[in-house]
């Protein structure tokens, strides 16, 4: 006989491992319009193929009694001619619903640091 969830008693622990949210992030970044990729946090060196890892940080606080709250900093490299403002925004927005609708975290804080405007290649 199935229960009810109203009924059903939470018996273990949910652990989201910090590469999920860091997937998470990248994959909104990777997604969101205008954005060609992530730069690293050290000027003259472009992750966008290389290592994602150096521009893209996301830090987990444990809380008592409630959700881990999220801060994520992420550089970026922003395509030439689209509204910078809109575009940081609209990753913001991505980046805190993918984490947030993806693990029931609260995202605190979404750092967007512009590292470079480009042309992109034409995708």
Not at 49 to 57: A, N, S, T, V, Y
Not at 86 to 109: M, N
Request: no cysteine; net charge neutral.
């Amino acid at each position: 006989m199935d229960t009810p969830m109203s009924e059903q008693k939470n018996t273990g622990t949910i652990a989201i491992k910090p590469q999920v949210l860091f997937t998470l992030a990248l994959n909104a970044a990777k997604n969101t319009y205008g954005v060609i990729g992530i730069a690293s946090r050290y000027t003259g060196y472009d992750t966008t193929i290389r290592d994602p890892h150096r521009g893209l940080e996301i830090k987990i606080t444990p809380r008592e009694g409630q959700a881990p709250s999220v801060a994520v900093d992420i550089h970026v490299i922003i395509e030439y001619g689209v509204r910078i403002p809109s575009v940081v925004s609209s990753l913001q927005h991505q980046i805190s619903y993918g984490i947030e609708h993806g693990t029931g975290y609260s995202v605190e804080d979404v750092k967007v640091h512009v590292a470079s405007v480009r042309v992109s290649n034409g995708k």
